[in-house]
């Protein structure tokens, strides 16, 4: 599927091929919420 | 079935690059009235008519032309190869005599064209462009990286491709870009979207092209060489980039390019030339291995030891490609067009002898292909 890798440096080195994610679910309206990935590793939230 | 046509009309608008001073539509009027010039015909003799990129009808009233049979196929830069297969198709059935098959692309001026975008409702509308990619240089960084990944392909293969393709260019006084370059070069220049060098990607430009098609049994009676048709193929895949089944290969190359082979009867010894649409850097090296050129993670070395090159034992690209000769967007009919002049032996940087040349067309990023084998002789 496409989406995108957020919570991430935006660049090629930590943007990794086949590195772990984790879905986060993020609202753009009221009616649409579209699924995105960050490292799995990430600890925020 | 598929012996029996030839092209017998075969040019480019009078210009290429850039043209600010005519609308897509005189591109096409232009390439056309140049290949019936070819021909020694007028469009009274002409009763198929097939384009893409306008619509069929515009081109016909526009052309004063009342055909007998049209075909508006467009499914991306390859289009104009599936018209060639379908017009053989339609002449060997007997529902018209002479095709006329025009391209013309307001690509860099955009003078009378439409904006290049998929619909908010199509499928890439829906599910791939409210992530952010639209259009080449952010959908073919996907497959290049998966690619670079399985198969060790480093940067500096991928700007070989674009370094070989300007050496062609570099003997053909038409291409837009012909000052030879270095792999530094390459890697110096702009980072568009990564990998993507600014080298690394297609040329945007204006220009046209045309092809006369008619019986072969007819095409030695025409003022120039005929070259033959003698093998083609098509298919599609998606017009996602995400939903390839295999990052690394296109299902619409491994479906036309063996079909195209298979109907000619040829082996990968018989290829005298090869031309592979090349919008971006890594499109030759898909196609050398979905042709079966090359083994499978082997067409980077294969490029960089200079086989493809000029003076290597299977000359690619030879008019300098999407990435140096021109690239209007729908690049298929001057791939084709180069083929022709290889046949009939005098394209600019004319390689010996060629009997035999294939053409790979991509159509979108990897969602469609078309495949022709021309021939200096008709099929036996």
Redesign the interface.
Known sequence: ????IVDCPQT?EALV??MPLIVKFEDVSEEIT?PLFKPEDDESE | MNKGVAVVGAAETTELGVIPNQSQQQLHADAALNALADAGLTVKDVDGLATAGDRPTDLAYYLGITPKWVDGTAVGGCSFMLHVRHAVAAIMAGHCETVLITHGESGRSGVGRDGFASAPSSLAGQFEMPFGPMGPTSMFTLPVLRYMKDYGMTHEQLAMVAVVQREWASQNPRASQQEPITVDDVLNSKMIAYPFHLLECCLVTDGGGALILTKSERAKDFPQKPVYIIGTGESVETPMISQMQDLTSSRAFTVAGPAAMDEAQISHEDVDHLMVYDAFAHLPIYGLEDLGFCERGEAPSFIWERNTAPGGKLPMNTNGGGLSYMHSGMYGMYAMQESVRQIRGVAPAQVPDVEVSLCLGVGGMFGASGCIVFSSEPML
């Open positions: 599927m496409m989406t995108n090629p091929l086949d579209l």
